[in-house]
Antibody, heavy 119, light 106 residues
Framework: EVQLVESGGGLVQPGGSLRLSCAASGFTFADYYMDWVRQAPGKGLEWVGLIRHKPQSYTVEYAASVKGRFSISRDDSKNTLYLQMNSLKSEDTAIYYC??????????WGQGTLVTVSS | EIVLTQSPATLSLSPGERATLSCRASQSVNSFLAWYQQKPGQAPRLFIYDASNRATGIPARFSGSGSGTDFTLTISSLEPEDFAVYYCQQRSNWPRTFGGGTKVEI
């Protein structure tokens, strides 16, 4: 069974940093692209970014709203996906979901971790 | 950026009725469109991909159609568990984008 468990969320001040982790199990993590998607409280879904696998040189794509502030990485030896978030703004407040990308679609989702940016 | 517009925002129906949800893209996405269902307090779930293919475990009462800029998700006969929010999403261009969602309520 595919399992994705996010952690690292919490309260952070504007301008601060936070690193989210996503522990994957139940599948061969190294074989898949992985995405991050977020959802502000009571709002819709917003795609954050994607990281490809080793055969694609771990290249990444980002939404314009986070480009230059957020960084996605992965450690295939630990079956873990990361989202480094810097220069956080109040509008980054959201639940952040880790998602397995299969056939280029957002196929399996974690339960999410809440990030609150507030002073 | 491709903008996806979903309509209606809310659909009020009863169990057993047919639901028709629309998603319109600001430019062609070919057939690179998916639908996700989200229930309160839960993560979204992939329901339809490549416009018309049901994901694993999705009942046959759900069907997707369309290509280019106009897409439809149809639920042929609503079951109580189908009342939720549905989002469309495109993967034709970067960045990936979602529609604003349609809430199907009783």
């Amino acid at each position: 069974e595919v399992q994705l468990v996010e952690s690292g969320g919490g309260l952070v001040q504007p301008g601060g940093s936070l690193r989210l982790s996503c522990a994957a199990s139940g599948f061969t993590f190294a074989d898949y692209y992985m995405d991050w998607v977020r959802q502000a409280p009571g709002k819709g879904l917003e795609w954050v970014g994607l990281i490809r696998h080793k055969p694609q040189s771990y290249t990444v794509e980002y939404a314009a709203s986070v480009k230059g502030r957020f960084s996605i990485s992965r450690d295939d030896s630990k079956n873990t996906l990361y989202l480094q978030m810097n220069s956080l703004k109040s509008e980054d407040t959201a639940i952040y979901y880790c998602v397995r990308n299969a056939l280029a679609w957002l196929e399996s989702w974690g339960q999410g971790t809440l990030v609150t940016v507030s002073s | 950026e491709i903008v996806l517009t979903q309509s209606p925002a809310t659909l009020s129906l009863s169990p057993g009725e047919r639901a028709t949800l629309s998603c319109r893209a600001s430019q062609s996405v070919n057939s690179f469109l998916a639908w996700y269902q989200q229930k309160p307090g839960q993560a979204p779930r992939l329901f339809i991909y490549d416009a018309s293919n049901r994901a694993t475990g999705i009942p046959a009462r759900f069907s997707g159609s369309g290509s280019g800029t106009d897409f439809t998700l149809t639920i042929s006969s609503l079951e109580p568990e189908d009342f939720a929010v549905y989002y469309c999403q495109q993967r034709s261009n970067w960045p990936r984008t979602f529609g604003g969602g349609t809430k199907v309520e009783i």
